[in-house]
């Protein structure tokens, strides 16, 4: 048993000596700190501003995130269709019901469109109140959507057709086709997106139909990369946000590409201005604006030199605060920088008369609090913080014995007993308890009885041959005593590998990979402890041999997939388990090993995760107890190579 701490001659409780301290030190803080009161509302009006100006950039980040990562989304969502990889017309319901739920549902989405590596194209179109394409092609009242292809006619000529869909997305009309000279393969969204094999945005540019300033994200189809779906996104809804979230009524914002060009402007006028200077290539030339707007050459300027974070410039007797935050949470607008400019002024005057009026009390109250937690922390830290090492050597199943705690203080004596017990039963109980496993479920945040969540995992199953056979001819002491050294090795052997071994089952191992610790490489670690295992367990079996001892070949099953993992049990025992036909799958394929004369099985699903890590032999498919469907079966071997079977 470790020393208890010894309680001293005189000790009180903490609210004794906490009433005293603050007594004593309320006595001696007598006078107002008006000097001090003011500083601080100062500061508080200067983190206004910068609270205010972080706002406005989280908003203009968050509406920049939400008008293209979704739409981002939704064009990898179309390049990874199976409809989307054949050039129309074939699949064309499939091809227009998709692309139709886009344009209707998505703000903020001018069209979407997918063009192919022999020339054909298709795009949707909304037809909403506001969209520009309805005037260009004259479509009907009753139109929510137009649908536009470009196919070859008989002689393989280009023919574009136009058709009006209803608010259900039904063709209500059909435009006559007609001939056409444009050929996706040209554009720049089809070339950079196929160059990259990856999802790409262009620069800003103006759309010939409609005149619409627009960025295109694209992205190659995941099965056929000369297939690229796209999508046309406004940027005068950029602009249009920029001015309702402004921070103030004389603030400015901007957004810079990549080269540091004005692209977004929160003025209308100016922003209707800007998409009008675009060039002939699309670049806008923001020289234009200079003269209607005097912070953009002073933005530029300190663009080009402090590139990010904050500054502070003065014009016309005003100070403005300016903001640069670069944009790097999406990939496709990696380089871009939203600006924000804004007089001090505007933010400054109310709360600097507010702060002084609150903060000649409270910065009294403030600075009192503080020389009392500073005194408070000179008389308890030392203990405090020995008692709180000491509860972290318990968490991290540290069960040393820490030197006695003395004070003078009864809740940390009593503390310090009770930590001092607590680690004691730990201790007790720790050795019926993986550690390994407590470990990760307190890293894993899952102590909480109710919590179960849905993983992928990747499970093993071990078995000894012929262990019941072993038993009956042996001792149970000497059975005990190779089962013991048997579980060492395979208990090494899963650590090793990152896994967590769940439970002994008799004379069998259930471990997991992925939970309750996530491992992205799961399927892999898995089969690499399977392997290790076989050669450590020959070992073991070479030992067992020579000291004329019975062996213990052993037999290994792995499964990848969904299974619910969490702690199950009743409200006062409680296990971390894994349900779900995974586990049975990992079992059943660890007793198929009779069947095939294998030692390590696996399902298609972990091979498929491997890649070709190791060598997979095709055994076929089979049914397993409790399952309906048949497994195919795997056989594993170590190396790196063809994959039979496949």
């Given amino acids: 048993m470790p020393e208890q701490p010894t309680r001293p001659a005189w000790t009180r409780p903490l609210r004794v000596h906490l009433s005293v301290l603050l007594v004593a030190l309320l006595l001696l803080v007598t006078l107002p700190q008006i000097w001090l009161s003011y500083q601080h509302g100062r500061k508080a009006a200067d983190d206004a501003i910068d609270v205010a100006m972080a706002a406005?950039?989280?908003?203009?980040?968050?509406?920049?995130?939400?008008?293209?990562?979704?739409?981002?989304?939704?064009?990898?969502?179309?390049?990874?269709?199976?409809?989307?990889?054949?050039?129309?017309?074939?699949?064309?319901?499939?091809?227009?019901?998709?692309?139709?739920?886009?344009?209707?549902?998505?703000?903020?989405?001018?069209?979407?469109?997918?063009?192919?590596?022999?020339?054909?194209?298709?795009?949707?179109?909304?037809?909403?109140?506001?969209?520009?394409?309805?005037?260009?092609?004259?479509?009907?009242?009753?139109?929510?959507?137009?649908?536009?292809?470009?196919?070859?006619?008989?002689?393989?000529?280009?023919?574009?057709?136009?058709t009006f869909l209803d608010?259900?997305?039904?063709?209500?009309?059909?435009?006559?086709a007609e001939p056409t000279d444009y050929d996706p393969r040209q554009s720049d969204w089809y070339k950079q997106a196929v160059a990259a094999g990856a999802s790409v945005a262009t620069k800003p540019y103006r759309m010939a139909a409609t005149g619409q300033y627009v960025k295109t994200v694209a992205d190659p189809h995941a099965e056929s990369p000369g297939v690229v779906v796209a999508a046309d996104i406004p940027l005068a809804a950029i602009g249009a946000f920029l001015t309702k979230e402004r921070i103030s009524t004389r603030s400015e914002t901007y957004v810079f590409d990549d080269e540091g060009r004005l692209v977004v402007h929160s003025e209308p006028e100016l922003m209707a201005a800007?998409?009008?200077?675009?060039?002939?290539?699309?670049?806008?030339?923001?020289k234009a604006l200079l003269e209607h707007d005097p912070l953009l050459p002073i933005v530029e300027k300190q663009l080009a030199k402090v590139g990010s974070g904050q500054a502070h410039f003065s014009l016309a007797g005003q100070t403005y605060e300016l903001m640069f935050v670069p944009i790097s949470f999406l990939s496709v607008l990696e380089g871009y920088t939203i600006a924000v400019a804004a007089p001090q002024s505007d933010f400054t005057r109310e709360i600097e008369e507010e702060l002084r009026r609150e903060l000649t009390i409270a910065g009294g109250i403030l600075v009192a609090g503080l020389l009392l937690a500073l005194f408070l922390s000179r008389a308890i830290t030392r203990r405090l913080a020995q008692l709180t090492a000491e509860a972290l050597r318990i968490k991290d199943l540290d069960f040393s014995d820490p030197p006695p705690v003395r004070s003078?203080?009864?809740?940390?004596?009593?503390?310090?007993?009770?930590?001092?017990?607590?680690?004691?039963?730990?201790?007790?109980?720790g050795h019926?308890?993986?550690?390994?496993?407590?470990?990760?479920?307190?890293?894993?945040?899952?102590?909480?009885k109710t919590q179960a969540r849905r993983e992928e995992v990747t499970v093993l199953f071990t078995d000894g041959k012929d262990f019941t056979t072993i038993s009956e001819a042996l001792e149970p002491e000497e059975v005990v005593d190779m089962l013991s050294s048997y579980f060492e090795v395979i208990n090494?052997?899963?650590?090793?590998?990152?896994?967590?071994?769940?439970?002994?089952?008799?004379?069998?191992?259930?471990?997991?990979?992925?939970?309750?610790?996530?491992?992205?490489?799961?399927?892999?670690?898995?089969?690499?402890?399977?392997?290790?295992?076989?050669?450590?367990?020959?070992?073991?079996?070479?030992?067992?041999?020579?000291?004329?001892?019975?062996?213990?070949?052993?037999?290994?099953?792995?499964?990848?997939?969904?299974?619910?993992?969490?702690?199950?049990?009743?409200?006062?025992?409680?296990?971390?388990?894994?349900?779900?036909?995974?586990?049975?799958?990992?079992?059943?394929?660890?007793?198929?090993?009779?069947?095939?004369?294998?030692?390590?099985?696996?399902?298609?699903e972990t091979r498929e995760r491997c890649g070709e890590a190791f060598f997979f032999e095709a055994k076929g498919e089979t049914t397993v107890k409790g399952r309906s469907r048949p497994v195919e079966v795997f056989a594993l071997s170590a190396g790196v190579g063809p994959v039979p079977g496949d």
Avoid at 167 to 176: E, H, W
Avoid at 409 to 429: D, N, P, Y
């Fill in 274 to 286: 800007l998409m009008a200077s675009a060039r002939a290539d699309g670049t806008p030339d923001g």
């Fill in 56 to 162: 406005l950039s989280d908003q203009i980040i968050d509406h920049y995130r939400l008008t293209f990562s979704d739409k981002l989304t939704l064009v990898q969502i179309g390049s990874a269709l199976e409809s989307m990889r054949t050039a129309p017309p074939a699949d064309l319901d499939e091809k227009r019901s998709y692309l139709f739920e886009v344009v209707t549902r998505s703000r903020k989405l001018d069209s979407i469109f997918a063009g192919y590596p022999e020339g054909r194209f298709m795009r949707m179109v909304g037809l909403g109140a506001d969209s520009a394409w309805r005037g260009p092609l004259n479509a009907p009242e009753d139109a929510h959507a137009a649908m536009q292809t470009v196919v070859p006619n008989a002689e393989g000529e280009p023919q574009s057709r136009w």
């Fill in 432 to 448: 019926y308890v993986p550690k390994e496993l407590v470990n990760r479920i307190i890293a894993s945040g899952l102590f909480d």
């Fill in 492 to 604: 090494a052997g899963v650590e090793a590998h990152g896994g967590t071994i769940i439970q002994f089952i008799g004379d069998a191992v259930y471990a997991m990979w992925n939970a309750p610790s996530p491992d992205p490489d799961h399927a892999v670690n898995a089969c690499r402890c399977a392997l290790a295992l076989e050669q450590s367990i020959d070992v073991f079996n070479a030992a067992q041999r020579a000291a004329g001892k019975p062996e213990l070949p052993t037999r290994f099953g792995l499964h990848t997939g969904a299974a619910v993992v969490g702690n199950v049990g009743a409200r006062d025992r409680l296990q971390y388990t894994g349900i779900g036909d995974t586990i049975n799958v990992a079992s059943r394929l660890e007793g198929l090993n009779k069947t095939f004369g294998t030692s390590i099985l696996t399902s298609r």
């Fill in 408 to 429: 003078r203080i009864s809740e940390i004596v009593s503390l310090a007993s009770a930590i001092g017990a607590a680690r004691t039963a730990i201790r007790s109980f």
């Fill in 167 to 176: 608010a259900t997305g039904k063709p209500v009309s059909v435009r006559k």
